[in-house]
């Protein structure tokens, strides 16, 4: 072996060394373990709640179907009566958001006790889990229909709308929860059919109906999170077509028509709240890689001029860290309240070996209060993805 042969795997040595020190030094289990028990057993006092205890007299659908308000659309000041109009980044504290908050409040109780599962082996969080999951999905007079049709309703104008289907978003977590639990044969079978079978319906729906595909094709965030939401459902229901779609998606629509040479979300900055749209959308790539990755194709994939989710990572890390160097607009709203600990640093530091990402990711905020924040933060259990990263820490 020539002396720079030598010197090059005295390197590679030393190198590896101090990644498995780093990697050691992290133990996520340890590091979730308190929050997830403080919220598992809160979680255990709680009953299922669906949308049929909410009805809303402005949806055009019965007490089954999911109904949500556009968030930025306001009555006419020059028409009160008539046809809402849009004012891009503001809510409007009058739409009716109680389906949205529901859907959240079982996103929140689902993971977090299948996370305490995990971490205790204790039954009592599973039988919870399954309370919650017939409510939603099961039992015919409290479960949600499998479609988003009345969703992002505006007054004057649509009954639902194709957007919509971002509401659904906080269902990844709950879908990535029943596949952990089925895996560990923990859950009851005849739950869990009855579940899969619910998801693979609105798979079909989502995956089929014109809102869907308008949904697919809008081109920003919107068409992100319908790709991360129908790989998760196809893990779940084992559809390796729809995985393989959103597998090509990702690299021949989704990395061209949004990301800059930079690694910046262009369609997200010229927003109202860039900050928040930037990170949001980059939350749900991340997700993707990791629900959609073969061989970890989609954490490295580059076009050839270098775009890629690594990139975005790297683009966006110095903001995370430093927010007050962010070089864009501030956003209209809720500027104050980013970053929090959304798994984007989290996983983009175990696979691509970036201990600062890991450092920065545990400082963040890791559950924050403000609705806002919540209905941006969509994955919030990361103990249930240890799989997809590859971590098998104790």
Partial sequence: MSVSSKFFFLISFVFLLLLSSCKSKFNLRQIEKGRVLCQANFALREIPITITAFPCSRSAGDIH?????????WPNPKNPNGPYIRRDGLSNPDNFIKHRQMLMR???YVPALTAAYL???????????????????????????????????????????GIGIIDGIHLVDVAQAVRVL??????????????RDW??????????????????????????????????????VGDSSQLNYVRRMFKTVLIPQQMAPDGSFPKELKRTKPYNYSLFNLQAFTVLSALASKNNDLWYFKLPDGRGLQKAVQFMFPYIKHKSRWP??????????????????????????????????????ADPTEYEVLRNYFVRQPLLWQEELGDNSK
């Fill in 199 to 236: 998801f693979r319906q609105f798979l079909h729906w989502m995956t089929t109906h014109p809102y869907g595909i308008k949904e697919r094709d809008h081109g920003n965030n919107h068409s992100t999170c319908w790709a991360v939401q129908v790989a998760a459902y196809a893990r779940l």
């Fill in 65 to 73: 179907e999911f109904y949500s308000e556009g968030d930025y659309w």
């Fill in 182 to 195: 089925h895996k560990c044969r923990a859950i009851n079978d005849d739950v869990f059919r009855q579940v």
């Fill in 106 to 108: 079982l996103s929140y």
């Fill in 119 to 161: 971490l205790t082996n204790n039954k009592k969080y599973v039988a919870a889990v399954e309370k919650h999951l017939k409510a939603w999905f099961i039992d015919p007079d409290t479960k949600m229909n499998p479609n988003l049709l009345f969703a992002q309703a505006i007054k004057g104008r649509v009954t639902g709308r």
């Fill in 328 to 365: 864009f607009g501030k956003d209209v709203m809720y500027w104050d309240q980013w970053p929090v600990r959304d798994v984007t640093l989290l996983f983009a530091g175990f696979k691509y070996h970036k201990p600062e990402y890991l450092r920065v990711w545990r400082k963040l905020p």
